[in-house]
């Protein structure tokens, strides 16, 4: 495998990782009871805002690396989208902005 593949695969399982996590994490305050519940509804839309940053990133990466190893002719496109969903993501996430 190539190293730009290796590198897009990493992106792509940490992406899904996270995404996950934070999935799981949204379906444990669902189950909490009502009074507990109550204390963390400030955390719910960070929380989806989270999910859909990361699983936008874990599809972008997803087509990526699907380009590059079948090495069609759109990954650098691919590629270009990718990074500008990284950044993104960074962005989103960056301390003191």
Same mark, same amino acid.
């Given at each position: 495998? =190539?190293?730009?593949? &290796?590198?897009?695969?990493? &992106?792509?399982?940490?992406? @899904? *990782?996270? @995404? &996950? ?16 519940? *109550?204390?963390?509804?400030?955390? =719910? ?9 990361? *699983? ?10 699907? %380009?590059?190893? !079948?090495? =069609?002719?759109? !990954?650098?496109?691919?590629? %270009? &989208? ?5 950044? %993104? ?9």
């Amino acid at each position: 495998m =190539r190293p730009l593949a &290796v590198l897009i695969g990493i &992106v792509m399982g940490s992406a @899904c *990782a996270l @995404c &996950v996590g934070l999935f799981l994490t949204w379906i444990t305050l669902l189950l909490l009871p009502a009074d507990d519940a *109550a204390q963390l509804d400030s955390e =719910r839309a960070p929380l989806l805002m989270a999910i859909g940053i990361f *699983a936008t990133l874990t599809g972008v990466a997803a087509v990526s690396f699907y %380009g590059q190893i !079948r090495e =069609r002719d759109w !990954r650098n496109a691919a590629h %270009g &989208v990718l990074l500008a969903a990284l950044a %993104g993501a960074i962005w989103a996430y960056w301390p003191g902005k």
